[in-house]
């Protein structure tokens, strides 16, 4: 079974621009989750999407926002980018079968964000 | 707020050595207490993880040891080896349709 799939891989952006990343969870999953990692503040969550809704969302400004598309992909979309925002953005699929977050979350390699 | 502090920041150990890696937390909420391990370039992948039932979890050569009234849990690798060195964080979530909140991270060193 194919894992979780991010592209891009890398991005390099101007400050002001906006960027659309993509994640393709594995098979069968229905929940996707999306998360900022930084060397200074580690992985924090920034939105969770289960069957096409926003489910949870983290203390992200507005600028952040994704959707999930009827077969599960996600996108999520940064607006209006600053310096602050390079980063790695992970993004992690899960069956969710439950329906709780408590099922495993698998990660993809994320894309590398670096913004200038 | 952190909700899950993670320490140390940084370790070296010797070759088949213990790693010990400690977590705490203050929601007496959580009761989903994973760990994942990352390597440079790839994304978090799960290792092991425990409930607040059971009070030591293992497999193979990583434990996980939880403290319920302490509110700390850790992660022991018996018999470190090169292959282990990685970044590791511990996690929990509450139950429902929560998010997991993630400790900060352990860069682990197992030198030869």
């Known amino acids: 079974k194919a894992g979780v799939t991010q592209t891009p891989r890398y991005l390099i952006k101007t400050r002001g621009q906006q960027v659309t990343l993509s994640c393709s969870p594995i098979?069968?999953?229905?929940?996707v989750s999306w998360y900022q990692q930084t060397p200074g503040q580690g992985l924090q969550f920034l939105f969770e999407y289960f069957s096409e809704t926003q489910r949870n969302k983290g203390n992200f400004p507005g600028r952040f926002s994704g959707r999930q598309f009827s077969n599960s992909r996600s996108e999520m979309n940064v607006s209006t980018l600053e310096l602050g925002d390079s980063a790695l953005y992970l993004c992690?699929?899960?069956?969710?079968?439950?329906?709780?977050?408590?099922?495993?979350?698998?990660f993809g390699p994320g894309t590398r964000l670096t913004v200038l | 707020q952190q909700q899950v502090k993670q320490s140390p920041q940084s370790l070296i150990v010797q070759k088949g050595g213990i790693s010990i890696i400690n977590c705490a937390y203050e929601n007496t909420a959580f009761d989903y207490f994973p760990w994942y391990q990352q390597f440079p370039g790839k994304g978090p992948a799960l290792l092991i993880a425990i409930r607040p039932d059971v009070s030591e979890k293992k497999e193979g050569r990583f434990t996980i040891s939880f403290n319920k009234s302490a509110k700390q849990f850790s992660l022991h690798i018996m018999d470190s080896q090169p292959g282990d060195s990685a970044t590791y964080f511990c996690a929990a979530s509450s139950p429902g349709n929560t998010p997991l909140v993630f400790g900060k991270g352990t860069r682990l060193s197992v030198i030869a």
């Open positions: 098979s069968g999953h229905r929940s």
């Open positions: 992690a699929s899960s069956l969710a079968a439950s329906g709780g977050t408590t099922d495993t979350q698998y």
